[in-house]
């Protein structure tokens, strides 16, 4: 068991992210009686699975010391693939399987691009960005993909105990992302090369397989992001992920990932992820204008920011 | 003028000394700080010598010779100390022709199985450059690594690594520490893949090595999961060093293993090198001060833009000798000085 301690260990800046979780939950709980009910709660959860699902490959690549800003566009491109398979009578688990494969794809493009070949993670991701994103668009004809079939959609909606197949979809995805992060090599590579690339070119670390992984992660969760939205709505929509990219930053963010790399928690990515669907539900509930909604968004990254500043002093 | 020709051809200097012939006779006063000799000969009359920042000498260059300027540079006093030499006759490494753009041209030596080779130079000589092509880190243009026999091409530090080369970086900060990762992380890293069980790392058997390499080099605090940035350099250092014991690292190459570390932790740096050498590892240490590489060194290679001007015995070490190559590259003559 001691083994496995430092696994669930949370670290101080977990905690923070907790407390700031707990804070917004009793102001809003204080405010509307809806707010702290079981229902709300799971549904909180599912709201918040997807850009949960998105950011923990994120984590991965700011860890490493990259970004990944194209995973709107590969969601989009594996959704359309995988919907266009389905709807033409493909098997279930072959049409999941390669939209995952194109989330691979995807990724392997990007790590390779910024690993081998040398570019800046932010322009290449930048750059294919618009390409995936225009690819799903031509592939489509800038069409929705309609009608997806109902069994496939049935899989998504299922429930284990009082939660919806997505969240526990990304909570075990998120112990995975965890146990690699602090209990295996490609892991610690992940650390090693965000922390101090050279130092870790010279330490042995093989430096293009790790970011080629990381950036592969990436993609295969964004893609796995897709089918659980196209599950949901029933359709594949080409314009789809839009904006992702800026939700899973700013999870990973308030979670305590530096863009520096070399930093950062997977148990806080999450939490910051719900941290931002909890405060979207609350807001709502409380029937406050999307307007000011997004402005608490804002708030929210620069306070954690600030307090991360503040904290960090101290030491 | 400091240090003006570093980036020019022979001819380009001839134009500058000209200029500056021209210059002075207009009544311009040049100051001209530089580490060549020949140059300071051709073009000032007077000169200034500093050592470790004070005032040696002020000489009228047509009264003085080059060797005489030597001496006043180096004018330290040698340490007193016993060497022991664990050198064997194996050949674990040989260098044969060398070459990296203008940095290092056509550099050959051979290191022996137990043997401390010292690379000694101004700066700017090319010594960090060609450890470098050696552990994998830059690629050569020309010349051939051979290991135990058997020529090599390194594409990265990994493959030097697995031949049993590792480097020890001149700037621990930049090139040697993940700096937010814990000593035991850093130690671990070239030897990871290796201690998995089912693909995750086996924690308690890593542990216990680490441990064990923080005892033999008796690292301060004896703290393993403490982030490696929170110690002093010297102990920064030992935990590199505890890095490439880990790796089973055969050749080990110190690139100014003492720079920024205090006195008392400098000695240990050394007999740790001195032991490393006696348990059949081979040593090569770069480094910028000469009583340094009087020290630990069994055989020194003096290296001058680029060029080894001469590989030294110990029986021929001294430090007068050691600048004169590095400096003139020339040989010294005994009665000169």
Known sequence: ?????????????????????????????????????????????????????????????????????????????????????LVNGIPIPLAILAALAIGAACGAINGGLIALAGLQPFIVTLGTLSLFRSLALIYTGGNVVLSLPSAFREIFSAQIWIFPVPVVIVAVLGIAAAVLLAKTPIGEYILAVGGNEEAARISGVPIARTKITAYMISGVLASLGAVIVMARLGAADPTLGNLWELEAIAASAIGGASLMGGKGSIAGTILGAIVLGAMRNGLTLLNVQAFYQLLATGIIIILAMLVDRLTRGKE | MDEPTSSLTPREFEKLAELIKALSARGVAVIYVSHKLDEVFRVASRATILRDGRKVADVDLTKTTESQMVAMMVGRELQAHPHVSHATPDVVLAAAGLSRGQAVRDVSFTLHKGEVLGIAGLVGAGRTELVRLIAGVDRPDAGSIIVNGVARRFSSPRDAIRNGIALLPEERKKDGIIPLRSVAANVALPK???????????????????????????????????????????????????????????????????????????????????????????????????????????????????????????????????????????TPQPNAA
């Open chain 1, 1 to 85: 068991m001691k083994r496995w301690a430092g696994l669930f260990r949370f670290g101080m800046r977990d905690v923070g992210t907790l407390l700031g979780l707990v804070i917004l939950c009793v102001v809003f709980s204080s405010l509307t009686n809806v707010f702290f009910t079981e229902r709300n709660l799971v549904n909180i959860l599912q709201q918040s699975s997807i850009n949960a699902c998105i950011a923990i490959g994120m984590t991965l690549v700011i860890i490493s010391g990259g970004i990944d800003l194209s995973v709107g566009p590969v969601a989009a491109l594996s959704a359309v693939l995988a919907g266009t398979l």
């Open chain 2, 192 to 330: 990871l893949s290796q201690l998995t069980h089912f693909g995750i790392v086996r924690r308690p058997v890593l542990r216990q090595t680490v441990d064990a390499l923080a005892d033999k080099v008796s690292l301060r605090p004896r703290d393993i999961d403490r982030p490696i940035r929170l110690f002093s350099g010297g102990n920064q250092q030992k935990a590199i060093i505890c890095r490439w014991l880990m790796a089973q690292a055969q050749i080990l190459i110190f690139d100014e293993p003492t720079r920024g570390i205090d006195v008392g932790a400098k000695s240990e740096i050394y007999r740790l090198i001195e032991g490393l050498a006696a348990e059949g590892r081979s040593i090569i240490v770069v480094s910028s001060e000469l009583p340094e590489i009087l020290r630990v060194a069994d055989r020194v290679l003096v290296m001058r833009r680029g060029e080894a001007t001469a590989v030294l015995d110990r029986s021929e070490l001294s430090e007068e000798t050691i600048m004169r190559y590095a400096v003139s590259g020339r």
